[in-house]
Structure formats: structure tokens, C-alpha cells
């Protein structure tokens, strides 16, 4: 069957930070989303993992880039050349050519036009033949396990890491939704500001991403789950002498605090949009956390307590909109709301 099989179904979560493809339903890619390009020839010398073992490390002939910048494309070149490489690790049935692509890909709810353009464009150049998008936060919903078309109010936040997406979701549609450029990325940037001026240490995006995965909190009072103290090594900002500084959860969430605010307040903001019997809704059933933002420490917690609403981290969080995007590709005819 696989030799006269003409196309080749593939679901994109397309994020800032990693990019995951499913294919029959499975998620067979699950890459960071970074690309090394020969700085001569421009053309790919690696993707994914074996791209970002070298960020931050290559020499004047290698450019490391991250196409994706707050959930948008930054380097339209650089993208279609990661999708083009992270296609080509899917596993393929074995035939005498290859397949037309149809894809449902996932992008912010936020996107304008041009965006929305610039990704369609990036999949068509890819080799997608057929291509759908879908708003990230209703594939988040669907992945979750919410019935998106039902007469019900239900609200998802997706925490990634270019974009904060809010939304209202009822009967197969947005109702109302928040779309900030304030996730993940904006959370390493604070780790690595407090270590410089606190702690007068350089620390790299990579150092300050590991420091966000190990203390990484939003409460100050974590009780048994507190994390140990994480060691960082770094340079001296002024002298380059070498340092070795212990950071723990407390001080890492005092530094979040301004960007977890801005998060809440985006949040706020959409309730408050929310028609009353929609609102009653979302009171009753709660509000589902989904993205790498989701894991960190006590944010379930300290959302509840500053909205009076529960929060509920999803199962896996991180895969909630690649779970989604893989759903709709099977129910194409069905759901109405994918964009062409």
C-alpha cells in the first residue's frame, strides 16, 4: 500500500523555542528549534539537537540561528531550511519518490496576515502541498481533551516560549482571547539580567535556560517541592576571573515576578472579555495550563490564589499543541475553524 500512497500527513507544532511533528498520530520529532547554516555557502549544516549543541559555541563559519522569534518567523530563510531538515527526519514508508506533504501546522492566535503568510509560505517551500494552520491555543484545547465544539466555555493559556496565548474557546471558535509576547524566552532573559547585576556573573542563555529548569519558581515558599540550590559557573562580569555562584529557587522567583505579572494581567484582561455565561463556565471547570512555561514551580498555585479560579497544569504540557495539531489532521472536514 505504502508505494501507491501519494501523500504524507504531518502535524507542526512550529514554536520558538522546539518544534514537534506527529505523523499517524504519533510524535515521531521533537527538536529545539535551531538551525547552523555554513556562513559561506548558507546551507545547512545541522538541525535541532546537533544545531543547538553548537549555539553559542560555533566559529565565524558556522551561524547558529533560531528562526523563530516570539512565536513569529524572524529568518524566513532559516525556517524553511529547519522544517526542511525536520521533515526529513520523520520516518518515511519506502517508495520510488516523494509524497506530497498535506500539513496542519500550529501558530500564535496573535499572527497577523503577513505572519500567518510567512508560515504557509515557509511549509509550501518545505514541500507541504496541502497546508492548514491552526490557532495554538485550540490545538492546546483539543490536545488537552476538550470537545472544542461544544456549547461550553473552556479556557486555555499556553505558555511558550515566544508567546503567552489566552483563549476562550466555545463551540468550535474563539470567543475571546489575549495573544502577549511575554513567555519562556522573556523568563531566561530575567535569569540572565539578575545574574549579571545581582551576582556580577556571565551567564549565557543556555546557563540561564538550565537555571530556570532547576530553580525556576513563582512562589518565594515552594515547601517540600522547593528545589536544591543550583551551582552556576560563569565569568566575573568586570575582572573575567572565574566564579562559582549557588542560586536558589527564592531569589530566582523575586527576578520572574515582573514577567509572571504581566502573564496574570494578560489573563485578567481576558476574563474580562468574557461574556458572563461563558465566564461561569471557565469558574466552574477552570482554566488549563499548557506549554514549557506551565512546569515552572508554583505558577499553578500562584495563579489561583491571584484569580480565584483553579488552574490545572495539563497532563503534557509540552506537547499539548502538538497532540492538538495532530487530532485536526485527522478531522480536517470536521473542524471548520482551520485556516487555509
Known amino acids: 500500500m505504502g508505494l501507491f500512497s501519494f501523500t504524507q500527513e504531518i502535524a507542526v507544532d512550529l514554536g520558538t523555542a522546539n518544534t514537534i511533528i506527529s505523523t499517524d498520530g504519533k510524535i515521531v520529532v521533537d527538536e529545539p528549534s535551531v538551525v547552523a547554516l555554513d556562513g559561506i555557502t548558507g546551507k545547512m549544516i545541522a538541525v535541532g539537537e546537533k544545531a543547538k549543541m553548537m549555539y553559542e559555541k560555533s566559529n565565524a563559519s558556522i551561524k547558529t540561528i533560531r528562526p523563530l522569534k516570539d512565536g513569529v518567523i524572524a529568518d524566513f530563510n532559516a525556517c524553511e531550511q529547519m522544517i526542511r531538515g525536520l521533515i526529513k527526519m520523520c520516518p518515511r514508508k519506502r517508495r520510488w519518490f516523494s509524497p506530497s506533504l498535506r500539513m496542519v501546522i500550529g501558530v500564535p492566535s496573535g499572527s497577523t496576515e503577513v505572519e500567518l503568510r510567512a508560515v504557509r509560505d515557509s511549509a509550501e517551500h518545505a514541500g507541504g502541498r496541502d497546508v492548514y494552520l491552526v490557532f495554538e491555543p485550540m490545538a492546546a484545547a483539543i490536545g488537552i481533551g476538550i470537545d472544542v465544539t461544544q456549547p461550553e466555555g473552556n479556557m486555555v493559556v499556553d505558555i511558550g516560549g515566544g508567546t503567552t496565548e489566552i483563549a476562550v474557546i466555545s463551540l468550535g471558535g474563539i470567543v475571546s482571547n489575549n495573544s502577549i509576547k511575554m513567555a519562556g524566552d522573556d523568563l531566561t532573559t530575567d535569569i540572565q539580567e539578575y545574574m549579571s547585576r545581582q551576582h556580577n556573573v556571565k551567564v549565557s542563555e543556555r546557563m540561564a535556560e538550565r537555571i530556570k529548569i532547576n530553580v525556576g519558581a513563582a512562589l518565594t515558599e515552594l515547601g517540600e517541592d522547593a528545589p536544591d540550590d ?111
Not at 566564579?243 to 489573563?267: F, G, R, S, W
Open 230 to 340: 543550583y551551582v552556576v559557573h560563569g565569568p566575573n562580569r568586570i575582572t573575567a576571573l572565574p566564579m562559582e555562584v549557588p542560586v536558589c529557587y527564592q531569589e530566582v522567583a523575586h527576578c520572574l515576578d515582573k514577567t509572571v505579572t504581566k502573564i496574570e494581567t494578560a489573563i485578567l484582561s481576558a476574563l474580562e472579555n468574557t461574556p458572563p455565561e461563558l465566564y461561569a463556565d471557565i469558574v466552574h471547570n477552570g482554566i488549563y495550563l499548557a506549554g514549557g512555561g506551565a512546569l515552572l514551580r508554583g505558577l499553578d498555585k500562584r495563579l489561583t490564589d491571584k484569580i480565584n479560579i483553579p488552574f490545572h497544569i495539563a497532563e503534557d504540557p509540552l506537547h499539548c499543541v502538538a497532540k492538538g495539531t495532530a487530532i485536526a489532521l485527522k478531522n480536517v472536514d470536521r473542524y471548520h475553524f482551520l485556516m487555509r
